[in-house]
């Protein structure tokens, strides 16, 4: 009968990776790097080989091995798993690299920076101090081969194999028998037989000194060479010559080394060692606490190692938000961190959370989100856009907070691309236009009316021809002066998308109408449009063949290619077309109450360009992020004290944000089209309009024609005095937006809350009409009588 041994290396469930060992290390362990088989996870491997006629040195493998399994404390070096047989012995801990080949690597790349190393030199003496001190143990061998870094930059304290009882129970310190470690004993072994004076710490502290030295300056080669303290920082030097002292009963115990380190003005007082301390410490700290420590650091950020915060600040942040309720303001240190991580790694932390952050109730975690959606947005994928992502995001459009309403607006230039197509032609549809016909924020609907400009090119072709013409041409009706002049900014950068029967027969009478406006800026961009439009159908006129070429795109499938500007706008409204969201929270609720129905008038021509240096002024006080400093209680309350007041939307900051922007990147190669591109894009729609391009040789100008006025005097401009675009009676056009398909989208709502209102009034007439009978059959009643019924 065979028997048939199994071999416990190949049934361990770690493996070492076929490579050189890492480093050369004095001593008898060899390290290498590792992976569990069953994840693939990174770890180290500490292996020793079992050498014939070495039993000493096995015995300290072993006693190394024993105190590392016991030994827990978050700057020693963490034990996972071990094995132990006749021939070797394992020790698995997390992965980590030797400190000397950790700062080699850090020099190549450009140095280390004195807070990583302030901080790591922390983390070596509070271990010293938790051996020292609680559990009254030597560590005997503090040196650079037994510091390790792991991948955060925390620096961990290994080489536990001559360790000893401080108390004498265990017998003496071990012998070394290797010339490297022992150049760091103190000189008071050699004097004293091997025998300790001073204090139990006083050896350890000294090579603490030692290891202090070799980090700032190199190899110690010989113990002279302590007295110069080379590289070292003056904030550390007097601390450190305390350590090298010769006097070994005057070296500082490393609790009170530390306390010295972190006085005012100390080497180890600084910004990042106090957030990791609180890191450490954050499960047990107030949430107040908490919430401002957030708050601060994502400032702190930029200095930080990469590491660091990609292995140590992350996890905490995720933390933070799933068991610690720490609401918004983890999103800006979140996405800070986010973009140290690599694709896979993003896909893999960052979205799950950002998923279910879009579900939130909590009116500042989604506005958050949706100003930021820019940093997050090309690491989601379509199904999860469509099913977990927008059934949220939609319901910011029936907020009663303006502005959420605007943030949902501008953040369907992201989402868009991603819709599917229920989705994107049908439920965004309908938001859109009851945003852009009802809502009673002009900015809101101009904004609507911007977005549906440069997500035009997404839409199907259907939907296209049913809504975009409708929409531009609502918008030209608008009372709010920047809406008509999106409408018409929105024809010019879809029209490519438009039939030359749709150009003639429904895009330039709408633009037509505009010649006669109030404001100059929006006849200015009518015109340009209609020559634009004009030339096109004149081009086609001489040339009938070009007419394929010019409507390819109208019944083209939806491309994201057919929309060449929608890549640079979308940049441009997410970081603000107006300064709406920042007027409603810093409003003043004891402001003096503006004219009635101030924001539903155009305001008087030039308003806007008397206004625009303070508007620029204003932009750029707002363009911080200080939403961890509002009460977003009470954001809904100021909004309606805004409704109440009618605050004057068309003044500050509102239309001259809508200016903001650069030229778009994709020009079309039509002489009149880059024409306007460049002096008329959407975002160039409601700045100070510049000169209009001189007409052709012949043509006059509207303003010099007189429309039935009288003789032309001193006065100026002859529509300054137009009150109104349009007489009472004047009927609307079919295709308007009023009475197309769009508002055919409510029409169901409508119907029931008319069904419902007709059957309330049948129910009144009944019952007064009952109450009618009742009283004539009884008759008046008497004074004094008693009703019995």
């Known amino acids: 009968m065979w028997f048939f041994s199994r071999d416990p290396v190949r049934d361990f469930p770690f493996e070492l990776i076929p490579e050189p060992p890492e ?7 060899a390290l290498h790097r590792g992976r569990k088989k069953a994840t693939g996870s990174p770890v180290s491997i500490f292996v020793y080989d079992v050498k014939p006629g070495a039993d000493e040195q096995t015995q300290v493998a072993k006693a190394a091995f024993k105190r590392l399994k016991t030994l827990r404390h978050p700057n020693i070096l963490a034990y996972i798993d071990g094995l132990e047989t006749e021939k070797c012995l394992h020790i698995v801990t997390e992965a980590v690299t030797p400190l000397e080949m950790y700062l ?26 938790f051996l020292v001190n609680d559990c009254s143990l030597i560590h005997n061998n503090v040196c650079m081969a037994a510091v390790f870094v792991d991948l955060a930059g925390e620096w961990k304290l ?18 070394k028998g290797i010339p490297e470690f022992e150049q760091y004993d103190p000189p008071e072994l050699a004097d004293s037989g091997g025998r300790a004076i001073g204090e139990k710490w006083s050896a350890d ?55 010295n380190c972190r006085a005012p003005g100390g080497f180890m007082n600084n910004r990042f060692v106090e957030t990791n301390l609180f890191l450490e410490e954050i499960q047990i700290k107030e949430p107040a606490e908490k919430q401002k420590f957030f708050q601060d650091l994502s400032r702190s950020l930029d200095s930080f190692p990469e590491g660091f915060c990609r292995h140590k600040v992350l996890p905490q942040l995720l933390t933070a938000f799933e068991f610690g309720n720490a609401g918004a303001v983890i999103l800006t240190p979140l996405f800070k961190v986010g973009k140290l991580l690599s694709a896979e790694d993003y896909q893999q932390k960052i979205i799950p959370v950002v998923v279910r952050m879009f579900s939130s109730t909590d009116r500042a975690m989604r506005i958050r989100l949706l100003q930021q959606m820019e940093q997050f947005i090309q690491y989601l994928d379509e199904p999860t856009v469509n ?50 016909a009802k809502d009673e924020q002009g900015p809101i609907r101009c904004n609507t009316t911007v977005c549906l400009g440069k997500i035009g090119s997404y839409l199907s072709a259907s939907t296209r021809h049913r809504v975009l013409t409708s929409a531009f041409s609502r918008a030209t009706k608008d009372p709010f002066a ?102 409603l929270i810093r409003v003043n609720p004891t402001a003096a109450p503006t004219e009635t129905n101030a924001s539903q008038r155009p305001p008087p021509e030039g308003h806007w360009e008397a206004q625009e240096e303070g508007r620029d002024a204003a932009e750029d006080s707002s363009s911080a992020d200080r939403w961890d400093d509002e009460d977003w209680g009470s954001l809904e309350q100021e909004a309606e004290s805004v409704l109440t007041q009618q605050n004057d939307w068309s003044s500050g900051g509102q239309t001259g944000q809508a200016g903001q922007a650069g030229n778009p990147d994709n020009k079309s190669p039509d002489s009149d089209w880059n024409n306007w591109e460049a002096e008329g894009s959407w975002e160039q729609g409601w700045q100070k309009p510049g000169p209009p391009e001189p007409p052709p040789e012949g043509t006059k100008l509207a303003s010099e024609y007189n429309w039935g006025a009288p003789e032309p005097s001193d006065k100026g401009d002859p529509f300054a005095a137009l009150t109104s675009r349009r007489e009472a009676g004047t009927q609307q056009r079919p295709d308007s937006w009023g009475d197309d398909i769009w508002d055919g989208l409510d029409t169901d709502k409508q119907a029931k809350a008319e069904l419902a209102r ?29 009703k019995l019924d």
Request: charged residues 25%; positive net charge; glycine residues 10%.
């Open 23 to 29: 480093g050369n290390p004095p001593g008898p362990w």
């Open 104 to 129: 080699k690597a850090q020099v190549e790349a450009g140095g280390l920076k004195e807070l990583e190393l302030s901080w790591g030199l922390h983390q070596i003496v509070k271990a010293l101090s």
């Open 158 to 175: 290994g080489g536990l194999d001559y360790m000893y009882s401080a108390q004498g129970d265990g017998g003496g310190p071990p012998r």
């Open 205 to 259: 502290m000294w090579r603490l000194g030692c290891l202090i030295w070799e980090v700032f300056n190199g190899s110690l080669v010989r113990a002279a060479a302590l007295r110069n303290p080379g590289k070292i920082p003056k904030s550390l030097v007097p601390h450190y010559c305390e350590l090298v002292g010769a006097n070994p009963k005057v070296r500082p115990n490393p609790a009170r080394f530390l306390q």
């Open 387 to 436: 099913t977990q992502i927008f059934p949220h995001v939609v319901h910011g459009f029936l907020d009663t907070n303006p502005a959420i309403r605007e943030q949902t607006v501008k953040s369907m230039l992201l989402l868009a691309p991603k819709l599917n197509e229920t989705n994107l032609n049908v439920e965004l549809m309908k938001h859109f236009a009851r945003l852009q």
């Open 482 to 583: 920047p809406s008509r002049v999106a409408g018409v900014l929105g024809f010019a950068a879809t029209h490519n998308l438009y039939s030359m029967s749709d150009c003639a027969h429904k895009i330039l009478p709408v633009l037509c109408g505009l010649t006669v406006d109030p404001e100059k800026s929006v006849r200015d961009q009518a015109f340009k449009a209609i020559r634009s439009f004009l030339s096109k159908l004149e081009s086609v006129s001489e040339d009938p063949t070009q007419l394929a070429e010019v409507e390819k795109d109208v019944h083209a499938a939806s491309s994201p290619g057919m929309g060449g500007a929608a890549a640079s706008w979308a940049g441009w409204a997410v970081t603000g077309v107006s300064s709406l969201t920042s007027k």
């Open 758 to 786: 007709k059957k309330r009034e049948e129910r009144r007439r009944e019952m007064e009409a009952k109450r009618a009978e009742r009283k004539a059959a009884k008759g008046p009643m008497k004074l004094g009588a008693r």
